[in-house]
């Protein structure tokens, strides 16, 4: 299974290095969890999905960022057009607001899904939830976030100004 294993995750990886790390890693972990395998059905299927997250996981570590860096790669991106750095700067401020307002609970879940890059079992692990809760809870979240940013966004178009000018 070693060599069936190995030829996936070089699929993902791209460096044979690397791979052989990753599959390293997928049998230290099968290894300690040998005496839960039992009530796994298909072995070699439970493998290939823990090195496919494995590969995942490695490429996700190697592209982290802050949403402070990303502003910052967006404003050197776009130096010449002064109205899209000023628009760019000022979404990546309404987002930092508004994952601000949200709840304890959904602030903390997105803050370490989607900024800190963190698996739903480390996510688990700090917060002693489950990983359902945790995705229901990362959802509402990017939902709450994703509807207000429009909501933000359509104001004054011509939609808005229609129903605004009614208002007068």
């Known amino acids: 299974m070693s060599n069936k294993l190995f030829r996936f995750a070089l699929q993902f990886t791209k460096n044979e290095e690397e791979a052989r790390d990753t599959i390293q890693d997928v049998f230290l972990k099968l290894w300690q969890k040998r005496n839960t395998l039992e009530g796994i ?43 899209e750095e000023l628009e760019l700067s000022e979404t990546a401020t309404i987002i930092k607001r508004l994952i601000g307002e949200l709840p304890d609970l959904q602030r903390q879940v997105m803050q370490m899904r989607d900024i800190d890059q963190l698996s739903y079992d480390e996510i688990a692990e ?10 229901v809870n990362l959802s509402r979240a990017r939902k709450k976030i994703r509807t207000e940013l429009l909501n933000y966004q359509d104001y004054g178009t011509a939609k808005n100004k229609t129903n605004t000018a009614q208002l007068f």
């Open 126 to 135: 700090n917060t002693g939830l489950n990983i359902n809760a945790i995705r």
């Open 41 to 83: 059905e298909n072995i070699e299927a439970f493998a290939m999905r823990m090195t496919r997250n494995k590969c995942l996981d490695l490429h996700r570590g190697k592209h982290t960022y802050s949403l402070e860096d990303q502003t910052d790669s967006w404003q050197q991106k776009r130096k010449g057009d002064l109205n």
